[in-house]
Nanobody, 123 residues
Framework: QLQLVESGGGLARTGESLTLSCAASRRTMEDYAIGWFRQAPGKGREGGAAINNVGGSKVYADSVKGRFTISRDNPKRRVFLQMDNLRPEDTGVYYC????????????????WGQGTQVTVPA
């Protein structure tokens, strides 16, 4: 069992930055790709960024490309999502999840999910 805990969410103004952190309970995190997904109010959950287990492969949704950066620190069992130039449409609950399949946005490939952290960027 792998437990994931997100932190770092909060309130930000348009154009500001936030850094989300995903902490894993076990060293086996280094076996997993980690994805960041978000769910906007009234919408389905969608992929934002994902990174493979060693950090050599990253994917980004078009909506965040050039503004968000995903990274990981396996010895510290952390994955980060640096979010720059935030927009109101970035508002939502952000979840990290772990997959053995690699860096994708295919949600049913992710076996473990955190509880989410809220990000709010008022219009």
């Amino acid at each position: 069992q792998l437990q994931l805990v997100e932190s770092g969410g909060g309130l930000a103004r348009t154009g500001e930055s936030l850094t989300l952190s995903c902490a894993a309970s076990r060293r086996t995190m280094e076996d997993y790709a980690i994805g960041w997904f978000r769910q906007a109010p009234g919408k389905g959950r969608e992929g934002g960024a994902a990174i493979n287990n060693v950090g050599g492969s990253k994917v980004y949704a078009d909506s965040v490309k050039g503004r968000f950066t995903i990274s990981r620190d396996n010895p510290k069992r952390r994955v980060f999502l640096q979010m720059d130039n935030l927009r109101p449409e970035d508002t939502g609950v952000y979840y990290c999840a772990a997959s053995l399949f690699g860096a994708t946005f295919v949600q049913n490939q992710y076996d473990y999910w955190g509880q989410g952290t809220q990000v709010t960027v008022p219009a």
